[in-house]
T-cell receptor, first 113, second 108 residues
């Protein structure tokens, strides 16, 4: 199994550009989520999904959109990138909400100029 | 949201030494996990431990949910233990709150 796969691993954007970070998991997990990691601040939850067709906001959702059309995929969209969105982004999945461990992807480093 | 405090923020150990990392949280939780982020940035789940004690090789963890803290013990530390250790908690299972981590450096 590949586990949780994130693409791209690195991306540089200009202010105002849009892009999508892809996340896919092959473990049939119901729960998927996106985090951002900034220096000295740990990981903060952006959006999460408890199943196909269901998404909700986390701690820092502004500037990001998500959708969950399939169990496997949970893309994160930046519609108009800002320098404040420069960060490392992690996708995580779990068998179900409140059941068991979070499994993380390898991360995507995004720089917005 | 739930406040999570980890201590110490930084720790430098000689190889072979033991250490204890602490995670305090501000509210009742039903999910608590410990993660290790290696120097390449990869996050690895060490323990899912909402209560009780677990052991995995040289690592063990204890959570006292009624007193709102968890401890991670590392014995006979090795250079490969270096990295940042995070505690994450949730009360609903949907929203996880992370501490700011303990940065561990193990010196040969």
């Amino acid at each position: 199994n590949a586990g949780v796969t994130q693409t791209p691993k690195f991306q540089v954007l200009k202010t105002g550009q849009s892009m999508t970070l892809q996340c896919a998991q092959d473990m049939n997990h119901e729960y998927m989520s996106w985090y951002r990691q900034d220096p000295g601040m740990g990981l903060r939850l952006i959006h999460y999904s408890v199943g196909a067709g269901i998404t909700d906001q986390g701690e820092v959702p502004n500037g990001y959109n998500v959708s969950r059309s399939t169990t496997e995929d949970f893309p994160l969209r930046l519609l108009s990138a800002a320098p404040s969105q420069t960060s490392v982004y992690f996708c995580a999945s779990s068998p179900g909400s409140n059941t068991g461990e979070l499994f993380f992807g390898e991360g995507s480093r995004l720089t917005v100029l | 949201g739930i406040q999570v405090e980890q201590s110490p923020p930084d720790l430098i150990l000689q190889e072979g030494a033991n250490s204890t990392l602490r995670c305090n949280f501000s509210d009742s939780v039903n999910n608590l996990q410990w993660f290790h982020q290696n120097p390449w940035g990869q996050l690895i789940n060490l323990f899912y431990i909402p209560s009780g004690t677990k052991q995995n090789g040289r690592l063990s963890a204890t959570t006292v949910a009624t007193e709102r803290y968890s401890l991670l013990y590392i014995s006979s530390s090795q250079t490969t233990d270096s990295g940042v250790y995070f505690c994450a908690v949730s009360d609903t299972g949907n929203q996880f709150y992370f501490g700011t981590g303990t940065s561990l450096t193990v010196i040969p």
